[in-house]
């Protein structure tokens, strides 16, 4: 079956450590990208990459890093600069395509689960 | 721009009862609307789209949405309510961008619960 998988699905970290979220995919889907998930708050974008060897900041994208120089994968990094860490990390991936050909349908991992100590 | 507003944060029906979720959006071109649910500690599982045909919309398990230009609402529909359904809701409008960058928008979510 086709799909996304993330690992780990629950990280604990110490204040200062870089902790990193994998996240791969065999849809062979184009673009993927990185939520962040806090109660009430919906999901906010952190990185996207449309392509290999490509990625751009999203609109949280402070304290974390990406990596993609696998079509299959795109990991992220929280590094010690994010302040407040402790939340629930979605990954997804979309064909990418042109505007008539993709309706900008997500599909998402099962997530991973950051709480800070 | 483009925006999203789940009008209820929490909504509680009783089993075997019709469900509505409400869903406002605002954007600039015809977007493709979405409904995700995720049950805890999940990922997101989409329930249905529009993307610009036909404006009633049926998805799984046995729900649906009606696309309003006129209202620029995309309201979640269940005629009988199960067990199962507590779950949490979210509508979504993807916009085109600059780029060829489909832009998506989250809503904050609506909690669903159900009682027996």
């Known amino acids: 079956d086709g799909g996304i998988t993330q690992s780990p699905k629950y990280l604990f970290r110490k204040e200062g450590q870089n902790v990193t979220l994998s996240c791969e995919q065999n849809?062979?889907?184009?673009?993927m990208y990185w939520y962040r998930q806090d109660p009430g708050q919906g999901l906010r974008l952190i990185y996207y990459?449309?392509?290999?060897?490509?990625?751009q900041k999203g609109d949280i994208a402070e304290g974390y890093s990406v990596s993609r120089e696998k079509k299959e994968s795109f990991p992220l990094t929280v590094t010690s600069a994010q302040k407040n860490p402790t939340a629930f990390y979605l990954c997804?991936?979309?064909?990418?395509?042109?505007?008539?050909?993709?309706?900008?349908?997500?599909?998402f991992g099962e997530g991973s689960r950051l709480t800070v100590l | 721009a483009q925006s999203v507003t789940q009008l209820d944060s929490h909504v509680s029906v009783s089993e075997g009862t019709p469900v509505l979720l409400r869903c406002n959006y605002s954007?600039?071109?015809?977007?493709?609307l979405f409904w995700y649910v995720q049950h805890p500690n999940k990922g997101l599982q989409l329930l249905l789209k529009?993307?610009?045909?036909?404006?009633l919309v049926k998805g799984i398990n046995g729900f649906e949405a009606e696309f309003k230009k006129s209202e620029t609402s995309f309201h979640l529909t269940k005629p009988s309510a199960h067990m199962s359904d507590a779950a949490e809701y979210f509508c979504?409008?993807?916009?085109?961008?600059?780029?060829?960058?489909?832009?998506?928008?989250f809503g904050t979510g609506t909690k669903l619960q159900v009682i027996p």
């Open positions: 997804a991936s979309s064909s990418r395509g042109s505007w008539d050909s993709n309706t900008g349908e997500l599909f």
């Open positions: 849809l062979n889907h184009d673009a």
């Open positions: 529009y993307t610009s045909a036909a404006t």
């Open positions: 979504v409008v993807s916009d085109p961008s600059t780029g060829g960058y489909q832009k998506v928008t």
């Open positions: 954007s600039s071109y015809s977007p493709s």
């Open positions: 990459s449309q392509i290999v060897n490509d990625f």
